[in-house]
């Protein structure tokens, strides 16, 4: 299990990011989940709201990947991990109220957990795409 630090979860906490997912067939699917937090060191969590692509993607492949950019400084990080569905139980309901509290998100159908397994960097120039940890 890999370590978010202290910049990463700054990172995380404010800009976008963006989950891949994979199909059965390997097709890959990428979009933006605003509601991306840190979930503790080791752990990312996203409201699942639509039950779309993403959604179908990993009830047939775990394996997920999510990058964050910090344009302004040309500096990011990819987290590769696996991603597990909370529909009953405190992180859903915690998710839930998450919801609730922001006044403008839809209630989620499920709370998705991704159990960071990697990190690599997406800063510009030579250090791009370097393995940081895992």
Known sequence: MATLTQDMKDMLGSQLSFLATTDGNNNV??????????????????DEHTGKQAWKNVHANTHVAVAVVDHSKFK?????????IHQDDDIFRGAQKYAADSGHLPQPIAAMVISIEKIYTLDAGPKAGELVEG
Do not use: C, N
């Open 29 to 46: 699917q990428i979009g933006p989940k605003g509601t991306m937090r840190v979930l503790d060191d080791s752990h990312l969590l996203y």
């Open 76 to 84: 990011g990080y990819r987290f590769e991990g696996t991603a597990e």
